[in-house]
């Protein structure tokens, strides 16, 4: 991997103050002890990376979780300072900070600011009361309306705001009124997810038990489509299956993974996709900790496989041949509403999709799920109802 390819970067924060029931993520309650040493660690592994890698340029940082916005202002600032040091920070770069509404201060907002944070990503869920309690979360809709403008009035821009479907005990009014104060506040960004019940997690066990009603896929189904009828009128551009944005706010972190382009995870649990090489780090923040107390940058200059080898906290390593590169891009950019663009395509891999997927995209074309424009491949209205369904054929 050169230097002069820029690449995104993710920095893990894995500290809640509580673990949301439906969570999944490598996430972790009451191990607050651990912040300062596991930020010393996390600049250690940056600092590493930098050195590896020769400073390539970073266009994008995103810092999720867990909770960053629940680590002291101070410690993300010392984080960014880290990542200055050792990367090629590019000057335009979108620095997103994911955050829970109640975490916010004028002092905490204003210290983002002023370290290069110039986007948040707020974990609003839902502006019912109620179904927060069921999402367990920790604030309720006034704090989350409170918390957005409080972002907003300190000068921050560029705003993400998330938001759930498809709950259990959720109805269709109560999420027409979800999307009805979203469109009201109007931030740049909106992400909206379908609930997963992940295995393992409590929500899960509390389904699978009959504690609480299992999520009605038809009418999760409906909350999407209601979705892409109310924000139609918001001046939103859908631009990615779960995603939509107003002119010019698309998260370009993101674009990243869409587009299957190179991204660096820090961090324990962090994925990573360099060179033709995916890998991810051990998930345990202590042992992660313990790991990076001692390491010195020698490898560089080595093949990647060998230089991914030789940081320590690396766990997995996964070479990523032609053919799977090729059909990761394919599912990914489909989720686009800019879809595969056929020139950048042929550039990437020789030859345009028709000449490896002809048979399939004949099929998904006459299923109507995608059609062929002059310039790109993109899926129908149909297509992205039923996406997984378009994705899985390229795997095949």
Known sequence: MSSAEPISLYVHIPFCETKCPYCDFNTYAAIEPLMPTYVAALKSEIALWG??????????????????????????????????????????????????????????????????????????????????????????????????????????????????????????QQWQSTLAQALELAPPHISMYCLTLEGGTPMERWVDQGSMPTPDADLAADMYLMAQDEMRHGRYRHYEISNWAQPGRRSQHNLTYWRNDPYLGVGPGAHSYLGDCRF??????????????????????????????????????????????????????LRLDEGIGIAGFKERFGEPPSHFYADTLDELERLELLHTQEDALRLTHRGRMLGNEVFSRFFN
């Open 51 to 172: 050195s590896l890698l020769d400073g390539p340029e970073v266009h994008t940082v995103f810092f999720g979780g867990g909770t960053p916005s629940y680590l002291p202002s101070e410690d993300i600032r010392h984080t960014m300072k880290a990542i200055t040091t050792a990367f090629n920070l590019a000057p335009c770069a979108e620095v997103t900070l994911e955050a829970n509404p109640g975490d916010f201060t004028a002092d905490k907002l204003a210290a983002y600011l002023d370290c290069g944070i110039n986007r948040l990503s707020i974990g609003i869920q839902s502006f019912d009361d109620d179904l927060l309690q069921t999402l367990g979360r920790r604030h309720n809709a006034a704090d989350a309306v409170h918390a957005y403008r409080q972002a907003a009035d300190a000068g921050f821009e560029n705003i993400s705001i998330d938001l759930m479907y498809g709950l259990p005990y959720q109805n269709i």
């Open 280 to 333: 991810s780090a051990i998930k345990s923040p202590r042992e992660y900790i313990r790991r990076m107390q001692s390491v010195s940058p020698d490898s560089c200059g080595e093949p990647m496989r060998a230089m991914i080898s030789s940081v320590p906290v690396v766990d997995e390593i996964e070479q990523i041949d032609t053919p799977l590169e090729m059909a990761e891009t394919m599912m990914m950019g």
